[in-house]
């Protein structure tokens, strides 16, 4: 082969390489497949985490109240396991957020601060709706009008329950489980990874 075609099909490869590898990645990335900690760091980008293990039947025991812990649903040892073991892994890969929100039930107060090593700020947007259906159409438009205020480069996590994140992007994740979303126009929220610590 001439070394002026052999130049040409090399190129011509190298040009089918590049092209394979960005569909291979852009498919991944529509399935969700992305690595969780780089879109973690994407301008655009929040996380919403499922509370850690608490075991008992979804929900809380009748005549439970927000300011009593002992009355609600709480993180079990190895709730607590796991959430130590996510911000280990999170602290690893340089993940830091600006701005940590929670549900005001015990168990998402527990787990952020675990995680993320400070006091998280009450948001009643992120309340469980367990047993609190009558309130979904307008806690969940409220948690879209707060996602669509947020500055680009807003890096937050919102710790609530699964109920709640199943309201906003379709899908139930496991207890201590981090759906990264992609935020679009109108607070929009776009899945773009999840990250499960067992």
Known sequence: ???AL???TLRRLGVMVCLATALLQGLGEAR????PFTALKRPGHVAFMR???APGAPGDP???RLGDCASQRNLSEAGRAQARRTAAALERQQVAFDLVLTSPWCRCRETALIVTGQEAEP???LSNLVGRQEQRATQLAALRAYLGRLAPSARVLFVTHGIVIAGLVGITPAQ???VVVRRGEDGAAIIAARLLID
């Not at 969700?32 to 690595?35: A, V």
């Open 123 to 125: 948001l009643d947007a």
């Open 51 to 53: 509370h850690a293990d």
């Open 1 to 3: 082969m001439r070394p």
């Open 6 to 8: 052999l130049v040409l």
């Open 176 to 178: 201590g489980e981090i």
């Open 62 to 64: 009748a005549g439970f």
């Open 32 to 35: 969700g497949q992305t690595d």
